[in-house]
């Protein structure tokens, strides 16, 4: 079966860092997807990671480790616009984007 | 450039009735995907269109639905009849042409239609 976990809620304070981790387990692995989302808005692209390792992007970073079936998104110096839902996503195949979500982490950022 | 669209953003419906959910990709971009999230559960795939032809569609549910993209362009995804069950938000992503996750800088989502069926 497919299965994502991610951590329901997390709480930060501006200027913090926070990461916020993810564990799958899928049928096929094509690379793993972050996206941010804001009540009531479209999912919108932060990072892709197929090979092991960091992709550093701004304040945003993703880690990946397939051996592990795990990666993680680091938000540095944290503004109250990050406040959102982070959905991590799995591609499963090459021909397509047959993606499998997390369940989301909502990210509260506090003064 | 314009982003993905997705009309209507709010639908409420009887249980029975017929509605039908638009998408409109980004201009150029041959794949276009279908997303629902029902409350309280993650985003799951429904299916996968490259230009006109249905690339894959395990995730549709049953066979109240319907979805077609007439000339590779937009999209439409009809309930019918709708059940309770099928309330939620429905998502719409296009990407660029390109069979690799590699190529791609990912898809682009829609706002999402909110269905509601009393």
């Known amino acids: 079966g497919q299965n994502i976990d991610q951590p329901t809620e997390m709480t930060a304070t501006e200027g913090a860092i926070v990461q916020i981790n993810c564990t799958y387990q899928?049928?096929?692995?094509?690379?793993l997807f972050w996206y941010q989302q804001h009540a009531g808005e479209a999912p919108t692209f932060l990072s892709y990671?197929?090979?092991?390792g960091l992709e550093e992007k701004g304040r945003f970073s993703s880690f990946l480790s397939r051996s592990k079936g795990y990666s993680y998104l680091l938000l540095k110096e944290l503004q109250m616009k990050d406040s959102a839902s982070y959905l991590c996503?799995?591609?499963?195949?090459?021909?397509?984007?047959?993606?499998?979500f997390g369940p989301g982490t909502r990210l509260s950022v506090l003064p | 450039e314009a982003g993905v669209t997705q009309f209507p953003s709010h639908s409420v419906i009887e249980k029975g009735q017929t509605v039908t959910l638009r998408c409109d990709p980004i201009?150029?971009?041959?794949?276009l995907y279908w997303y629902r999230r029902v409350m309280g559960k993650e985003i799951k795939f429904l299916l996968h269109?490259?230009?006109?032809?249905?690339?894959?569609e395990s995730g549709m549910p049953n066979n109240r639905f319907l979805a077609e993209r007439t000339g590779g362009t937009y999209s439409t995804l009809k309930v019918q009849p709708a059940e309770l069950e099928d309330s939620g938000v429905y998502f719409c992503a296009s990407s660029q042409e390109g069979g690799t996750s590699g190529n791609l800088l990912g898809q682009y989502f829609g706002p999402g239609t909110r269905l509601t069926v009393t």
């Open positions: 990671n197929v090979l092991d």
């Open positions: 996503a799995v591609s499963r195949d090459n021909y397509g984007q047959n993606f499998v």
């Open positions: 269109f490259v230009k006109e032809s249905k690339q894959d």
């Open positions: 201009s150029g971009h041959d794949n």
């Open positions: 899928t049928s096929g692995f094509n690379g």
